[in-house]
């Protein structure tokens, strides 16, 4: 099972993207499609950010049966779980068509190319809407309602999931080597405890938690409760709540529970639901709880069609797919609650837009924080842009494939996992030597040939909060990757303000193995406007240099020096200036930002400040730069980082050695007055 | 209204194209659109050739809604009666995908199409499966079955149309200016009384009727009775068996009943049946009476799903449209058995193909009898090849643009609806004079510029029995076409042995208004090979010619001559024979046969016998012929028709002139020994 993939449509949606990092989490393989149609592709980049994978992803609606089929090609298919589908109650009333086109239509042609590529195993995103309402029973007949309620959908919505569960079982009755597994899910509620994953309703939420998470955050006034006067302990109805991420174990549970049937077949239905109902208000207070504030609601009338309890009857789910839900509704609230104030505006935000690069691993994101546009990009996590004003003062690639060539100095990219030299290309670490790809003559420069700035970086989480953007890349670096030992997990986050940018970098090994870790930012600044940094003007009280020889290498001197007031074009510099000589530690986060150079210029009103926590930095005058449009000095490199070839100083090895446990840490600014 | 389209999808079919008929009846214009999956456009040929005229009609699935949306703006469509679907019970249980994909998705696409364009009528073909099994309420609580018994569709089938019933109310529901009848249809049986369309199922019947007449025809041996058993008079179970025309006539409610509602929405079922059960055994033996003998039966085991009774109640269509079958299960019997005996293999028939040579309007039609192998066109009823053993004896063109051209010399055609020449363009019948085109000088020659082979024929309705091939063409030449008075409906009718071409033509003016006729064919036979008639041996007793001036017309005399025994170079002949002096009739089909020429080659084995009932022939030799790879002299016509300009002699004036409540009659018949 482990080496076919699970195709999951919708899997960019609310419970999608869930149950995808549940079967990430359970050793499935898993392919996305979906047509984004009511998601969004961020929701995909976090599923990667959190799973520490790539996962891929097709922007492809179920009608377009050819391009679904080149999909069905290109992976070995084990089974599908379904869920796309439109899905809100109200607007099915009033657009039927589009439900019926869109959900049992998108399901005709899945089924079509499954039947075609022998696919035949499937989950289906069902909902108890499928029962409509079972009061006319009796008030209790049916309550808890279990799979053998008679089904009667009283709104297009359910219809469409009523037929599609119908077309299934047609299917299955004229060829029962087809697995199907039908869930009729209750009132999922929640959110990913990583707060990176929550629903995100277009429009007016319908449900009674997006609602008051909405009201919670400030985006409405007040919450109606409708209708008070049912026969129930407070008189609101009661409805079966089940956390999101209890409902996306349930597919899991489905889909182990087919895997033992082998090759026989299966129609069934099972429940989704925790068993207990909640009532409106019981679940208000749950969430007023977990934000810590009463929030404002008023009681107006019943809604046509709302009956007094909705609570499943999950035995048999139980019993037969030894799955239960497990989290209560304070844990869904508490999750919804993280996702609301971390992504008060879901996954759309203002001022923020992607395009792909070189397709969706390899994206531009660019932020607009008043006068300041940063565009980053995934590859290297690097910064593509900086317009500060009407001004450009960084050089980058209008191409994705231009930064893939040989030519390329590092423009803006993160350099590691290793910046600047190891001697040798290689070191030791507690007796055990490594040997590195070397790539600088005998020595190992910026990591070797497969360092950060080749690798697309997962994400960006991309969030605005306080009037500050965050955009959080990370990559995993596989253990070996040219020599060096451990799994090394690394995010880089930027902080946009209005005029500055902060790079933060963290860094661990996944794995508790030992390794090395020096990280950088290879920005190449430029406030001239015409090609060349002569004639900027440099502030920098920074005096010392660590001494290096002909191969670029320490000589072990500290020696004075400091960088010319003015860039002339005498001015030549590759040099490590040094911040603090006796530095020692691996994470410098907590030590204050100090400021390293000031840069200005006459033709331009930018002043850029480059600050860190590092004990050192590269300053280089771009003399190597010669690649497209950019030629020999186009920018100048601030790269705060640790001593060159710190690895190999006795004095300075603490700065780069990422011991079992330790966590790796720095911190850059970039400021602009 | 009738100024605007009734869009019928499967029109080509069973209850389509019986609907199709009564649309038309009732003065309602219709544009057809079948996929033809399971129907024949021979059904739509002769749909035309019933109601007189051209039915436009589109080969298209449903789901490719681009090219049915270029309908709907094509045509003004007031409302669709939808018809199309796949309806085997048996086999929606085996390939159930297949039926949702057809029947709910080609519905999906109707409507959003009808939506795009504002047309929001709709008559929905519909089914009484989608009551499923009601003795589920007990053995008489929905017996006879209301519109108001509850669904419950048991098989793929029924639950399309279900879903279908479900859709179209969600829309309604959404907005309410649709205006949605649902037609529940009972069983139905029976044929058109014309024996021209019935049902033509594929494969082996599903139902007891159509099973029943293949017995009755020799194509299965033996009728199944499932289950003797049941609480019945004589314990087969009972159906509401209702005849189709009675059926198509409760379409015609349904939309007059919209109608009458104006702009007002609707969305309401109506079941149509005849409140009548007839059991099996019943249904059996007024079959049996219908064919005159007892048909072989078997009682074998009930079968899976069976139910004792399922009987209309068909109150509210008869309230609410008044509407309620008229027909007999006697009625529909003799019916179907006209159909079963003139279509045995209903549309499909062996050694007959036809292909499009100008659009459907214009085929080819190929028929092979042993050694003979004969091809028609629409254009004309023309007779494009005839083929004796490997030889082609006729000229003929291979592609339909050729025929258009001026430089046609009536290759093949029939000439109608007044063959040769009419003196000054000019005649009067009763003290009214008619002015025609005059297209040969001042007379006027084959009826003048929209003579029939200038139009292309309905049909044709070709059948095979008895070893012999019919053809039936239909043309209706409108009143003053090129100045001729008169609506002229006129049928061509080739019987095809295995080695000759009986032709017969029968004309009668559908307004009673008199006119003049003269019908014949314009092959030009050619027995060399080499393309040219010189070396060609005539044989003919006929000894008498009208005299001709030089303006081909008459001069009043008959004088003696005959046709030269070979046709030599020097041999130019177009001159009119006479074969009965005194003829006067003008329907000649009840005498006897006589032949006129014989002809036959050195080169070739064929004899071409000509012969016929009419008065007089013309004999061409060809030397005005100069078309395409066709020189002068390529083929000999014999032309029997009336006396050339008889209208203007008042001695055979009878032979032309066709008076009211008169019927147009000759036979002509090509031999080839």
């Excluded at 970086?457 to 990757?481: C, I, R, W």
Aim: proline share 4%; charged share 25%; aromatic share 10%.
């Amino acid at each position: 099972m482990t080496d076919r993939y699970i195709l999951v449509t919708g899997g960019a949606g609310y419970i999608g993207s869930h149950t995808v990092i549940e079967l990430i989490n359970n050793g499935y393989k898993v392919v996305i499609v979906d047509n984004l149609s009511n998601s969004s592709y961020d929701a995909v980049a976090r599923i990667e950010f959190i799973v520490n994978q790539h996962v891929p992803f097709y922007d492809i609606d179920l009608r377009n049966g050819d391009e679904l089929d080149k999909v069905f090609k290109k992976y070995d298919i084990h089974g599908v779980i379904h869920f796309a589908a439109l899905k809100a109650v109200g607007e099915s009333t009033k657009i039927p068509l589009k439900y019926y086109e869109n959900n049992v239509g998108g399901t005709m042609s899945l089924l079509e190319v499954c039947s075609a590529n022998d696919v035949k195993t499937i989950v289906f995103s069902s909902s108890a809407t499928v029962y409509g309402d079972v009061t006319r029973f009796g008030p209790t007949k049916y309550i808890p309602i279990p799979e053998t309620c008679p089904t009667d959908p009283t709104n297009p919505y359910g219809k469409t999931k009523f037929v599609i569960e119908q077309i299934l079982k047609d299917i299955h009755t004229s060829d029962n080597a087809w697995q199907v597994a039908i869930l009729r899910y209750f009132n999922p509620i929640g959110a990913h405890p990583s707060g990176l994953l929550g629903e995100d309703p277009l429009g007016i939420p319908n449900n009674l938690l997006p609602y008051l998470a909405q009201v919670a955050i400030g985006r409405r006034e007040t919450l109606s409760i409708f209708g008070d006067d049912y026969d129930s302990t407070d008189g609101t109805p009661i409805r079966d709540y089940i956390h999101v991420v209890d409902l996306a174990k349930g597919h899991i549970a489905a889909l182990n529970y087919l895997k033992k049937l082998n090759d026989k077949g299966l129609y069934r239905e099972w429940n989704l639901g925790t068993g207990k109902g909640s009532t409106v208000f019981q679940v208000y207070k749950a969430f007023c709880k977990a934000v810590g504030r009463e929030l404002p609601y008023k009681v107006v009338g019943r809604r046509q069609g709302d009956v007094l309890n909705l609570t499943a009857k999950p035995d048999r789910a139980q019993q037969e797919l030894q799955w239960k839900a497990e989290l209560t509704v304070e844990d869904a609230c508490r999750d919804l609650w993280r996702w609301t104030t971390e992504n008060p505006f879901g996954f759309e935000l203002q001022d923020y837009k992607w395009q792909e690069f070189d397709g969706l691993q390899n994206r531009l994101h660019t932020v607009q924080n008043k006068d300041l546009q940063v565009t980053f990009c995934n590859r290297g996590a690097l910064i593509q842009d900086i317009k500060v004003g009407e001004q450009h003062i960084v050089c980058g690639f209008d191409n994705a494939k231009e930064y893939t060539l040989e030519t390329n100095p590092y423009f803006g990219t993160t350099v590691g996992r290793y910046a600047n030299r190891i001697k040798n290309g290689e070191f030791e670490i507690d007796g055990t030597k490594f040997q590195l790809t070397q790539n600088d003559g005998s020595n190992t420069l910026h990591a070797g040939n497969n360092g950060f700035d080749k690798q697309n970086f997962f994400g960006p989480v991309v969030k605005q909060k306080n009037g500050k953007f965050t955009l959080e890349f990370k990559v995993v670096d596989a253990d070996g990757t040219d020599g060096f030992p451990g799994t090394l997990e690394a995010i880089v986050k930027y902080t946009i303000d209005s005029l500055s940018i902060e790079i933060e970098y963290e860094a661990k090994s996944l794995d508790d193995k030992p390794t090395v870790v020096n990280l950088t930012n290879h920005s190449y600044f430029n406030l001239s406007g015409n090609g060349t940094i002569d004639g900027t003007h440099i502030k920098s009280s920074v005096d010392q240099l660590l001494e290096l020889d002909g191969a670029k290498l320490p000589t072990g001197n500290i020696i004075s020096k400091t960088i010319p007031s003015t860039i002339s074009p005498e001015v030549i510099l590759d040099d490590c200036f040094v911040v603090d000589k006796d530095a020692n530690a691996i994470d410098t986060r907590s030590k204050a930002l100090q400021t390293l150079v000031e840069a200005t210029h006459p033709d331009s009103n930018v002043k850029i400040v480059v600050s860190s926590t590092e004990p050192a930095f590269q300053f280089y005058t771009g003399d190597g730069v010669n690649c497209s449009q950019f030629g020999k000095r186009s920018g100048f490199c601030v790269e705060p980082s640790r001593f060159v070839d710190a690895v190999h100083s006795d004095n300075h090895k603490g700065q780069a050695v990422l011991k079992k446990g330790d966590v790796y840490g720095a911190k850059i600014k970039y400021e602009f007055r």
